[in-house]
């Protein structure tokens, strides 16, 4: 069975400072990756995914992650965070096993931007 | 808007109670997903169909049960309701394709059970 590991459960970080949401998983076999982020009192939105091909991926709203399969880690970056950007971030996982794509989530990380 | 619809929004009963969750995927969408967010437990899977039939099993209780209809609803049935049942659940829909599989989250429905 596959897990996921975010390793900060609240990052607080000013305005326009740059972001690292950091991500870890454990799985015996291939995987795809996933960020989603949820506002307060909305349900979850795709940032970006990782399937095969380059390890750096770009997403919505000037997100990146970077796919490490030695490390087994998949981090979100931001360069520069807005106050809009303050959500709860969460890590997913699926295996490639035709038909069934239940995403296993990480804890998630409060993303918390101060002016 | 993800396009996935979940019906009621919020819903409030009492311990022992049975209560229906709805959800509509998006147009074109055969897999639906049911995912249960509680302070406790995080985000889990609980049930995946596809096309009306069950594809995959989560953590879910044998008081829980789903099913997914020939217009491609799908509704989750949670009965003897506990205290610990509160949470949001969520609905999710994916077109199921080998490479570009992305699933599409529902607003969710946040049940309360007193």
């Known amino acids: 069975a596959q897990s996921v590991t975010q390793l900060d459960s609240q990052v607080p970080v000013f305005e326009e400072a740059p972001v690292e949401l950091r991500c870890n998983y454990s799985s015996s076999v291939s995987v795809y990756l996933f960020w989603y982020v949820q506002y307060p009192n909305q349900g979850l939105q795709l940032l970006l995914k990782y399937l095969s091909g380059s390890t750096l991926v770009k997403g919505i709203n000037g997100f990146e992650a970077e796919f490490n399969k030695s490390q087994t880690s998949f981090h979100l970056r931001k360069p520069s965070v807005h106050i809009s950007d303050t959500a709860e971030y969460f890590c997913?996982?699926?295996?490639?096993?035709?038909?069934?794509?239940?995403?296993?989530f990480g804890s998630g990380t409060r993303l918390q931007v101060q002016p | 808007d993800s396009g996935v619809t979940q019906t009621p929004k919020h819903l409030i009963t009492a311990t022992g109670q049975r209560v229906t969750l709805r959800c509509s995927p998006r147009?074109?969408?055969?897999?639906v997903y049911w995912y249960q967010q509680s302070l406790d437990q995080g985000l889990q899977f609980l049930i995946q169909?596809?096309?009306?039939?069950?594809?995959a099993k989560g953590n879910i209780l044998e008081r829980f049960s789903a099913q997914q209809f020939p217009d491609l609803h799908s509704e989750l049935n949670l009965s003897s309701l506990e205290l610990g049942d509160s949470a949001l659940y969520f609905c999710?829909?994916?077109?199921?394709?080998?490479?570009?599989?992305?699933?599409?989250f529902g607003p969710g429905t946040r049940l309360t059970v007193l």
């Open positions: 999710a829909s994916s077109a199921l394709s080998d490479r570009t599989d992305t699933q599409y």
């Open positions: 147009s074109g969408d055969l897999s």
């Open positions: 997913a996982v699926t295996v490639l096993d035709t038909g069934r794509r239940a995403l296993t």
């Open positions: 169909y596809y096309n009306g039939e069950e594809r």
